[in-house]
């Protein structure tokens, strides 16, 4: 825990006349918001990046794990983070079976596949309406997490910059899946017949691979991740049927900047996403830094639209 006399901390005070403190929490939140960013992409950038199919029912994958999530807290008063194994598990069946009964008749079919997303999507909202209505639903946090983790404090011993202990759970959360999901792909049989399929299905095929099974483990992967994501958020959002949606734009903002071929370019993407909004934000506000965000994504998109950090293969 760093003191208020730290070098940085007089450099600014004394010769800017610039409290840099309110600008520092600011960008310690954006660490946070970029955990979250992480979590809700690292399942797009595996049915997407992987896979290659837009999925616009994303953001309900993500709120299926948090009704998940709420269930198993109101009939077996479970702790949240023991809710996260069942959220990965309902939400990646119910992704098998929907790679099982719409996806696989969808490949190479991407306006078809966009637009059958776009309706399941919608369905899903549905189907969760009318089984919980459309009352907002709280999820408990536990409590051995609660309070702040103070890094700078006054002479006073009160701290000025903090971060959450729940939040530090979020970053962590993030980077053990993400860490996990490279291994799956680049350490295991499974993850280098999944990049097979993609690369060349028919070759693969030849090559004695179940395509169908891999097609159906990758995307059910995905939509677990998804669940994870929206066990974590549950905590800190109210849970709704349309709370998916908030985190839909934001998945597929940090996907297309970092790049769909490497999960280093999704975690590029959440950081550069992230502390930009919560940068932009601190000087102006948050829906300008929203547009701000937004428009450099675009521009991104129609310049590079291979993302920034993908590395470009020599012809």
């Known amino acids: ?53 837009i999925n616009l029912a994303h953001g309900e994958f993500i709120m299926l794990g948090a009704y998940t999530t709420f269930l198993m807290q109101e009939l077996f008063q479970m702790d949240l983070l023991l809710t996260i194994p069942f959220a990965f598990i309902v939400t990646g069946i119910i992704g098998g079976l929907v790679e099982l009964t719409i996806i696989r008749r969808l490949y190479g079919r991407p306006l078809e596949t966009l637009l059958a997303t776009w309706g399941l999507s919608i369905v ?83 090559l004695g691979i179940n395509t169908n099974l891999v097609d159906m ?47 280093i370019g999704t975690l590029a993407g959440a950081v550069v996403i992230g502390e930009s909004n919560a940068a932009i934000a601190f000087f102006l506000n948050d829906p300008i830094a929203r547009v701000i965000v937004l428009t450099a994504v675009i521009i991104i998109i129609r310049y590079r639209p291979e993302g920034l950090f993908t590395v470009q293969k020599r012809g």
Do not use: H
Request: proline share 2%; net charge positive; hydrophobic share 50%.
């Open 1 to 53: 825990m760093l003191n208020q006399y730290a070098l940085t901390y007089l450099f600014a005070q004394e010769n800017s006349g610039f409290d840099f403190i309110p600008l520092l929490n600011q960008l310690i939140s954006g660490v946070g918001i970029v955990g979250i960013l992480l979590l809700t992409a690292l399942g797009l950038a595996i049915t997407f990046g992987v896979m290659g199919i």
């Open 124 to 206: 899903i909202r549905g189907v969760i309406k009318l089984i919980f209505t459309a009352q907002l639903k709280y999820v408990r946090a536990p409590s051995y997490i609660s309070g702040n983790l103070s890094l700078i404090t006054n002479s006073e011993g009160v701290a000025t910059v903090s971060i959450s202990y729940y939040r530090l759970l979020i970053i962590g959360i993030a980077i053990a899946l993400l860490l996990l999901t490279a291994y799956l792909l680049y350490g295991t049989s499974l993850g280098r017949q999944m990049r097979a399929v993609t690369q060349n299905r028919d070759m693969a095929k030849c």
């Open 217 to 263: 483990a990758t995307f059910a992967y995905g939509c677990g991740l998804a669940g994870v994501a929206g066990t974590v958020i549950s905590a800190i959002k109210t849970v709704s049927p349309p709370m998916g949606q908030d985190y839909l734009v934001d998945a597929w903002m940090v996907v297309v900047t970092g790049g769909v071929d490497k999960l």
